[in-house]
T-cell receptor, first 117, second 117 residues
Framework: EAGVTQSPTHLIKTRGQQATLRCSPI?????VYWYQQALGLGLQFLLW???????NRGNFPPRFSGRQFPNYSSELNVNALELEDSALYLC????????????????FGSGTRLTVV | AQTVTQSQPEMSVQEAETVTLSCTYD???????LFWYKQPPSRQMILVIR??????QNATENRFSVNFQKAAKSFSLKISDSQLGDAAMYFC??????????????FGKGTKLSVKP
């Protein structure tokens, strides 16, 4: 079974530009979550999508946005990039319901490293 | 808003010894879930152990166990017989009960565990 895949692995952008990050969930998973992992700050919750709708949003400015497509894949867009946006962006997916399993339903990707210069 | 605090940025343990990582959280909810995740240098998030708040019995998974103190809102992780492969960042996470959906996790800032041979 393929895991959660994220692309690109690395991304370098200039301040003020826009970045688009992509995530393909585990087959059968309907929810996608985005997290920002900046140095020393742990994982901060960004967005949660389920069945194409935004279900919850973390404490981030509106220039962080995204969407979920009919095939449940998702993209995260960051507009007007700032130097502080440099971080590892992790995507996770889960199925609907309180499914039990070896990872309690959450599967994480390996992340996209975004560097803003 | 729920918060998760890990007060130990770094910890070190001798191989085969026991180490305890601390985690406290703040919530007004009575029904929730707690997790410990491991992140090795590969960046892949791996579930170590989970605890349902309604269960009084502490969860155990082989060498890993937790001390869940609901009244004190404390959720520490004990690693017994530490191995070199245990070296990683460890994140404590909280998730409220969303009913039929999994919902997003709230993470602490992490504890970097080093294992000395």
């Amino acid at each position: 079974e393929a895991g959660v895949t994220q692309s690109p692995t690395h991304l370098i952008k200039t301040r003020g530009q826009q970045a688009t990050l992509r995530c393909s969930p585990i087959s059968g998973h309907t929810s996608v979550y985005w997290y920002q992992q900046a140095l020393g700050l742990g994982l901060q919750f960004l967005l949660w999508y389920d069945e194409g709708e935004e279900r919850n949003r973390g404490n981030f400015p509106p220039r962080f946005s995204g969407r979920q497509f009919p095939n449940y894949s998702s993209e995260l867009n960051v507009n007007a990039l700032e130097l502080e946006d440099s971080a590892l962006y992790l995507c996770a997916s889960s199925p609907w319901g309180t499914a039990h399993g070896s990872n309690y339903g959450y599967t994480f990707g390996s992340g996209t490293r975004l560097t803003v210069v | 808003a729920q918060t998760v605090t890990q007060s130990q940025p770094e910890m070190s343990v001798q191989e085969a010894e026991t180490v305890t990582l601390s985690c406290t959280y703040d919530t007004s909810e009575s029904d929730y879930y707690l997790f410990w995740y491991k992140q090795p240098p590969s960046r892949q998030m791996i579930l170590v152990i989970r605890q349902e708040a309604y269960k009084q019995q502490n969860a155990t998974e082989n060498r890993f166990s937790v001390n869940f103190q609901k009244a004190a809102k404390s959720f520490s992780l004990k690693i017994s017989d530490s191995q070199l492969g245990d070296a990683a960042m460890y994140f404590c996470a909280y998730r409220r009960n969303y009913g039929g959906s999994q919902g997003n996790l709230i993470f602490g800032k992490g504890t970097k565990l080093s294992v000395k041979p």
